[in-house]
Nanobody, 124 residues
């Protein structure tokens, strides 16, 4: 059983910083992309930042220059450093991991895992 365990959300004022962490725990074979998504009340879940296992990153336009995604492959952990936070960043943030698992026929299959979500609230 694999789980993505998040930590680091909270309440911060405009202009402040937070760092989110997400660790994949359990029986892990290999991980492809890891990323962060967020969902504000009444909105659809949206991509915030994604990082490949080779370190290539992609960011939503709304967070470019303010957020930085990174990962520690040895510890199956992904981070999101959020600086210059704005009220519009307020949302539940979810970690995502695309994990490879071996199949009975000798190949591998990619599964989508999600963390439980952590709340980020930015006050004006």
């Amino acid at each position: 059983q694999v789980q993505l365990v998040e930590s680091g959300g909270g309440l911060v004022q405009t202009g402040g910083s937070l760092r989110l962490s997400c660790a994949a725990v359990g029986r892990i074979f290999s991980i492809n992309d890891m990323g962060w998504y967020r969902q504000a009340p009444g909105n659809q879940r949206e991509m915030v930042a994604v990082i490949t296992n080779g370190g290539v990153t992609n960011y939503a336009d709304s967070v470019k220059g303010r957020f930085t995604i990174s990962r520690d492959n040895a510890n199956n952990t992904v981070y999101l450093q959020m600086n210059s936070l704005k009220p519009e960043d307020t949302a539940d943030y979810y970690c995502n991991g695309k994990l490879l698992e071996p199949t009975s026929w000798g190949g591998v299959y990619e599964y989508d895992y999600w963390g439980q979500g952590t709340q980020v609230t930015v006050t004006s």
